[in-house]
Nanobody, 122 residues
Framework: QAQLVESGGRSVQAGESLRLSCTGS????????MGWFRQAPGNERWFVAH???????VYYADSVKGRFTISRDAKNTVFLQMNNLKPEDTAVYYC????????????????RGQGTQVIVSS
């Protein structure tokens, strides 16, 4: 069964960095546009970052621009490097994959992972 698995989330202090990973199992991520979204308790799901299937184009939410970097490697993994973390970055982070092109912020995906928790303390 095809699935996405996120990892790398944990508790950190404000100003620290984390790198989240999203690995595909049973699917080749290179064939998919990939997105990272996050959802804090009681809040809606928010777009964080997006990378096209060949890695040519990336997009970021204004709130993370300049601090987060999305990338992908040739080994079926997509990363989200998060620097200078802030308490407001606290959320469950999800990666998602889709083949059909959509605007980056649109949440329409073929696959989504279970999420990884990031907690940023001040």
């Amino acid at each position: 069964q095809a699935q996405l698995v996120e990892s790398g989330g944990r508790s950190v202090q404000a100003g620290e960095s984390l790198r989240l990973s999203c690995t595909g199992s049973g699917l080749t991520l290179g064939n998919y546009d990939m997105g990272w979204f996050r959802q804090a308790p009681g809040n809606e799901r928010w777009f964080v970052a997006h990378i096209t299937s060949r890695g040519k184009n990336v997009y970021y939410a204004d709130s993370v621009k300049g601090r987060f970097t999305i990338s992908r490697d040739a080994k079926n993994t997509v990363f989200l490097q998060m620097n200078n973390l802030k308490p407001e970055d606290t959320a469950v982070y999800y990666c998602a994959a889709r083949k059909a092109p959509r605007p980056p912020t649109v949440y329409e995906f073929d696959y989504r992972g279970q999420g990884t928790q990031v907690i940023v303390s001040s």
